[in-house]
Protein backbone atom coordinates (compact mmCIF):
# COMPACT_ATOMS: atom_id res chain seq x y z
CA UNK A 1 0.00 0.00 0.00
CA UNK A 2 1.07 3.64 -1.02
CA UNK A 3 2.93 5.44 2.30
CA UNK A 4 3.02 9.13 2.90
CA UNK A 5 7.12 9.48 3.99
CA UNK A 6 7.41 11.43 6.97
CA UNK A 7 9.40 14.10 5.43
CA UNK A 8 12.11 12.54 3.12
CA UNK A 9 12.21 14.46 -0.38
CA UNK A 10 11.94 17.59 0.63
CA UNK A 11 14.08 18.91 -1.82
CA UNK A 12 12.78 22.74 -3.56
CA UNK A 13 11.65 20.97 -6.30
CA UNK A 14 9.30 18.20 -3.99
CA UNK A 15 7.51 21.23 -2.19
CA UNK A 16 6.05 21.97 -5.45
CA UNK A 17 2.30 20.85 -6.44
CA UNK A 18 3.09 17.42 -8.43
CA UNK A 19 1.25 15.64 -10.99
CA UNK A 20 0.94 12.08 -11.04
CA UNK A 21 0.46 10.25 -13.87
CA UNK A 22 -0.98 6.48 -14.26
CA UNK A 23 -1.70 5.12 -18.07
CA UNK A 24 -0.13 2.23 -19.75
CA UNK A 25 0.20 4.15 -22.72
CA UNK A 26 3.97 5.46 -22.80
CA UNK A 27 3.10 7.87 -25.49
CA UNK A 28 0.35 9.39 -23.49
CA UNK A 29 2.65 9.44 -20.48
CA UNK A 30 5.23 11.39 -22.83
CA UNK A 31 2.72 13.78 -23.91
CA UNK A 32 1.09 14.36 -20.80
CA UNK A 33 4.31 14.50 -18.78
CA UNK A 34 5.52 17.59 -21.44
CA UNK A 35 2.57 19.00 -21.00
CA UNK A 36 2.72 19.63 -17.62
CA UNK A 37 6.42 20.18 -17.67
CA UNK A 38 5.83 22.98 -19.64
CA UNK A 39 3.98 24.92 -17.27
CA UNK A 40 6.15 24.74 -14.46
CA UNK A 41 4.15 21.64 -12.57
CA UNK A 42 6.71 18.52 -11.32
CA UNK A 43 5.02 15.31 -13.03
CA UNK A 44 5.84 11.87 -11.44
CA UNK A 45 4.78 8.92 -14.67
CA UNK A 46 3.83 5.06 -13.82
CA UNK A 47 2.51 2.34 -16.13
CA UNK A 48 0.30 0.94 -13.68
CA UNK A 49 -1.46 1.34 -10.55
CA UNK A 50 0.68 -1.29 -8.97
CA UNK A 51 3.43 0.77 -9.62
CA UNK A 52 2.22 3.94 -7.97
CA UNK A 53 1.12 1.37 -4.65
CA UNK A 54 4.77 0.21 -4.48
CA UNK A 55 6.11 3.93 -4.62
CA UNK A 56 5.80 6.42 -1.57
CA UNK A 57 3.63 9.88 -2.51
CA UNK A 58 5.55 13.10 -0.96
CA UNK A 59 3.90 15.68 1.53
CA UNK A 60 2.81 18.44 -1.17
CA UNK A 61 -0.22 19.48 -2.48
CA UNK A 62 -0.68 16.91 -5.40
CA UNK A 63 -3.26 15.00 -8.12
CA UNK A 64 -3.61 11.92 -9.90
CA UNK A 65 -3.84 11.66 -13.49
CA UNK A 66 -5.44 8.60 -14.10
CA UNK A 67 -6.62 6.01 -17.19
CA UNK A 68 -9.26 4.16 -16.22
CA UNK A 69 -8.74 0.76 -18.44
CA UNK A 70 -5.58 -0.30 -17.11
CA UNK A 71 -3.79 -3.58 -16.69
CA UNK A 72 -4.61 -5.47 -13.10
CA UNK A 73 -5.74 -2.60 -11.08
CA UNK A 74 -8.54 -0.33 -13.00
CA UNK A 75 -8.55 2.92 -12.02
CA UNK A 76 -11.83 2.86 -10.55
CA UNK A 77 -10.48 0.01 -7.97
CA UNK A 78 -7.85 1.80 -7.75
CA UNK A 79 -9.80 5.04 -6.50
CA UNK A 80 -11.43 2.67 -3.81
CA UNK A 81 -8.16 1.20 -2.50
CA UNK A 82 -6.84 5.10 -2.21
CA UNK A 83 -10.19 5.80 -0.06
CA UNK A 84 -9.42 2.58 2.02
CA UNK A 85 -6.00 3.93 3.08
CA UNK A 86 -7.25 7.04 3.59
CA UNK A 87 -5.20 9.28 1.04
CA UNK A 88 -7.25 11.91 -0.21
CA UNK A 89 -5.35 12.78 -3.58
CA UNK A 90 -7.93 14.27 -6.14
CA UNK A 91 -8.06 12.08 -9.29
CA UNK A 92 -8.92 12.88 -12.81
CA UNK A 93 -9.96 10.13 -14.97
CA UNK A 94 -9.16 9.82 -18.37
CA UNK A 95 -10.57 7.36 -21.05
CA UNK A 96 -10.76 6.42 -23.91
CA UNK A 97 -13.95 3.95 -24.05
CA UNK A 98 -15.72 6.09 -20.92
CA UNK A 99 -19.61 5.39 -20.47
CA UNK A 100 -22.19 7.34 -18.12
CA UNK A 101 -22.16 4.66 -15.54
CA UNK A 102 -18.52 4.55 -14.95
CA UNK A 103 -18.57 8.47 -15.22
CA UNK A 104 -21.13 8.52 -12.62
CA UNK A 105 -19.27 6.29 -10.01
CA UNK A 106 -16.12 7.74 -10.63
CA UNK A 107 -17.28 11.26 -10.15
CA UNK A 108 -19.36 9.86 -6.78
CA UNK A 109 -16.17 8.31 -5.86
CA UNK A 110 -15.03 12.24 -5.60
CA UNK A 111 -13.19 12.56 -9.40
CA UNK A 112 -12.30 15.59 -10.35
CA UNK A 113 -13.40 15.32 -13.86
CA UNK A 114 -13.68 12.61 -16.40
CA UNK A 115 -12.28 13.61 -19.81
CA UNK A 116 -12.53 11.51 -22.35
CA UNK A 117 -9.51 10.85 -25.08
CA UNK A 118 -8.59 12.88 -27.25
CA UNK A 119 -9.23 15.65 -24.69
CA UNK A 120 -7.97 19.62 -25.50
CA UNK A 121 -4.55 20.16 -23.36
CA UNK A 122 -6.75 22.83 -22.10
CA UNK A 123 -9.04 21.40 -20.31
CA UNK A 124 -6.76 18.85 -19.12
CA UNK A 125 -4.64 21.98 -17.59
CA UNK A 126 -7.86 23.38 -16.26
CA UNK A 127 -9.05 19.95 -14.32
CA UNK A 128 -5.23 20.10 -12.91
CA UNK A 129 -5.15 23.32 -11.68
CA UNK A 130 -9.05 22.69 -10.01
CA UNK A 131 -7.40 19.60 -8.26
CA UNK A 132 -3.89 20.82 -7.15
CA UNK A 133 -5.89 23.64 -5.70
CA UNK A 134 -8.49 21.27 -4.03
CA UNK A 135 -5.55 19.45 -2.34
CA UNK A 136 -4.02 22.92 -1.44
CA UNK A 137 -7.00 23.41 0.42
CA UNK A 138 -8.00 20.34 2.47
CA UNK A 139 -4.00 20.19 3.31
CA UNK A 140 -4.44 23.82 4.72
CA UNK A 141 -7.79 22.23 6.83
CA UNK A 142 -6.28 19.85 8.06
CA UNK A 143 -2.97 21.66 9.43
CA UNK A 144 -5.44 23.93 10.94
CA UNK A 145 -6.83 20.87 12.80
CA UNK A 146 -4.09 19.50 13.61
CA UNK A 147 -2.79 22.82 15.36
CA UNK A 148 -5.72 23.19 17.20
CA UNK A 149 -5.98 19.52 18.65
CA UNK A 150 -2.37 19.87 19.91
CA UNK A 151 -3.35 23.34 21.80
CA UNK A 152 -6.51 21.26 22.91
CA UNK A 153 -4.21 18.62 24.00
CA UNK A 154 -2.37 20.78 26.34
CA UNK A 155 -5.96 21.54 28.28
CA UNK A 156 -6.62 19.79 31.37
CA UNK A 157 -9.84 17.38 31.78
CA UNK A 158 -11.71 20.07 33.54
CA UNK A 159 -10.74 22.57 31.13
CA UNK A 160 -11.59 20.31 28.70
CA UNK A 161 -15.24 19.89 30.51
CA UNK A 162 -15.64 23.82 30.43
CA UNK A 163 -14.91 24.29 26.68
CA UNK A 164 -17.31 22.16 26.05
CA UNK A 165 -19.84 23.95 28.22
CA UNK A 166 -18.54 27.34 26.69
CA UNK A 167 -18.81 26.03 23.66
CA UNK A 168 -22.52 25.18 23.98
CA UNK A 169 -23.34 28.11 24.79
CA UNK A 170 -23.49 28.32 28.55
CA UNK A 171 -22.59 31.28 30.57
CA UNK A 172 -20.14 31.10 33.45
CA UNK A 173 -22.98 31.37 36.32
CA UNK A 174 -24.53 28.37 34.20
CA UNK A 175 -21.02 26.34 33.82
CA UNK A 176 -20.68 26.56 37.27
CA UNK A 177 -24.17 25.23 38.45
CA UNK A 178 -23.58 22.66 36.46
CA UNK A 179 -20.12 21.13 37.43
CA UNK A 180 -20.44 22.81 41.14
CA UNK A 181 -17.80 24.82 41.16
CA UNK A 182 -18.06 28.63 42.07
CA UNK A 183 -18.68 31.51 39.01
CA UNK A 184 -14.83 32.74 39.78
CA UNK A 185 -13.14 29.81 39.53
CA UNK A 186 -15.26 29.18 35.98
CA UNK A 187 -13.62 32.32 34.72
CA UNK A 188 -10.46 31.64 36.24
CA UNK A 189 -10.64 28.42 34.30
CA UNK A 190 -11.89 29.85 30.98
CA UNK A 191 -8.86 32.35 30.88
CA UNK A 192 -6.47 29.80 31.02
CA UNK A 193 -8.10 28.00 28.36
CA UNK A 194 -8.23 30.99 26.04
CA UNK A 195 -4.47 31.32 26.50
CA UNK A 196 -3.99 27.93 26.25
CA UNK A 197 -5.78 27.65 23.06
CA UNK A 198 -4.32 30.98 21.42
CA UNK A 199 -8.24 32.64 21.44
CA UNK A 200 -8.43 36.02 20.77
CA UNK A 201 -11.99 36.41 22.22
CA UNK A 202 -14.87 34.27 23.47
CA UNK A 203 -16.28 33.87 19.78
CA UNK A 204 -12.94 33.31 18.71
CA UNK A 205 -12.24 30.45 21.34
CA UNK A 206 -16.04 28.95 20.25
CA UNK A 207 -15.20 29.10 16.66
CA UNK A 208 -11.80 27.13 17.41
CA UNK A 209 -14.14 24.45 19.52
CA UNK A 210 -16.25 23.62 16.29
CA UNK A 211 -13.54 23.48 14.17
CA UNK A 212 -12.59 20.24 16.36
CA UNK A 213 -16.10 19.29 16.46
CA UNK A 214 -16.30 19.82 20.65
CA UNK A 215 -19.42 20.63 22.34
CA UNK A 216 -21.75 20.15 24.95
CA UNK A 217 -22.28 15.89 23.44
CA UNK A 218 -18.82 15.57 23.82
CA UNK A 219 -18.05 17.07 27.70
Known amino acids: MIERPKSPRES ?6 IVFVI ?19 EVEVFGSAREMLQSKLPDVAS ?3 LDIRLPGLSGLDFQTELAKANIHIPIIFMTGHGDIPMTVKAMK ?10 FRDQDMLDAVVTAIERDRNRREAEKIVANLQALFETLTPREREILALVASGLMNKQIAAE ?3 AEITVKI ?13 LADLVRKAETLGIGRAKS
Open 12 to 17: ASARQP
Open 23 to 41: DDDASMRRALSNLFQSVGL
Open 63 to 65: CLV
Open 109 to 118: GGAVDFLTKP
Open 179 to 181: IGL
Open 189 to 201: HRGHIMKKMGARS
